[in-house]
């Protein structure tokens, strides 16, 4: 069965600085990596994810990961970031093929704050 | 377009009560999904249907049940209420393989 850590479970930042937020998963199977967003009293949104290819993956707002196979890290980044960014972030895997598609193991979660 | 719709918002339970949360759908997707969230964890399966007939279990689907008689609807009820269930429950969809999940707005539910 696959896993996923989040290493920090909140992460103050102040308004403009860059911000990185931290995953690690466990798989003994190639996975999928996802990486959602979820604003206060809303559902999650997808900011980018990770199939093949290319190991840097660029999604909506400005985000990005790297996805980091021998360390098997899929952390996120913003080189600046806004009040706006301010919300929950998760990481995800899913395994790779078949029904799993949909099927997400869920990290813990990381609350961003911004300050301005 | 509405997306992916769950009713109620909010609802309290007492112990040992049934209830049912409501997800409809208007995207024709074949997959869909409930999940739950704890405080300070992250979205766990509970159950899941890849078209209209057929359901699987997730990770935790112990005091749940579901059913998919159309592609729109997805289901999930609560037979006998207790205090663990207590959680924000989200209904998602997927359009097909590689492709993003749509959530609703959640349900939140205490039993109490």
């Known amino acids: 069965a696959q896993s996923v850590t989040q290493l920090d479970s909140q992460v103050p930042v102040f308004e403009e600085a860059p911000v990185e937020l931290r995953c690690n998963y466990s798989?003994?199977?190639?996975?999928?990596l996802f990486w959602y967003v979820q604003y206060p009293n809303q559902g999650l949104q997808l900011l980018l994810k990770?199939?093949?290819?290319?190991?840097l993956v660029k999604g909506i707002n400005g985000f990005e990961a790297e996805f980091n196979k021998s360390q098997t890290s899929f952390h996120l980044r913003k080189p600046s970031v806004h009040i706006s960014d301010t919300a929950e972030y998760f990481c995800?895997?899913?395994?790779?093929?078949?029904?799993?598609?949909?099927?997400?193991?869920f990290g813990q979660g990381t609350i961003l704050t911004v300050h301005p | 377009n509405a997306g992916v719709t769950q009713t109620p918002k909010f609802r309290i339970l007492k112990i040992g009560q049934s209830m049912t949360l409501q997800c409809t759908q208007d995207m024709n997707h074949n997959y869909m999904y409930w999940y739950r969230q704890d405080p300070g964890m992250g979205l766990k399966l509970i159950y899941y249907?890849?078209?209209?007939?057929?359901?699987d279990k997730g990770e935790v689907p112990n005091g749940y049940n579901v059913s998919r008689s159309t592609t729109e609807d997805f289901p999930l009820r609560l037979e006998l209420a207790a205090p663990s269930q207590t959680s924000v429950y989200f209904c998602?969809?997927?359009?097909?393989?590689?492709?993003?999940?749509?959530f609703g707005s959640g349900t939140q539910l205490s039993v109490l």
């Open positions: 995800a895997v899913s395994l790779d093929g078949g029904t799993s598609y949909g099927k997400l193991t």
């Open positions: 798989s003994s199977v190639s996975v999928y």
């Open positions: 998602a969809t997927l359009q097909g393989p590689n492709e993003k999940l749509f």
């Open positions: 990770y199939l093949s290819g290319s190991t």
């Open positions: 249907s890849v078209g209209a007939g057929i359901t």
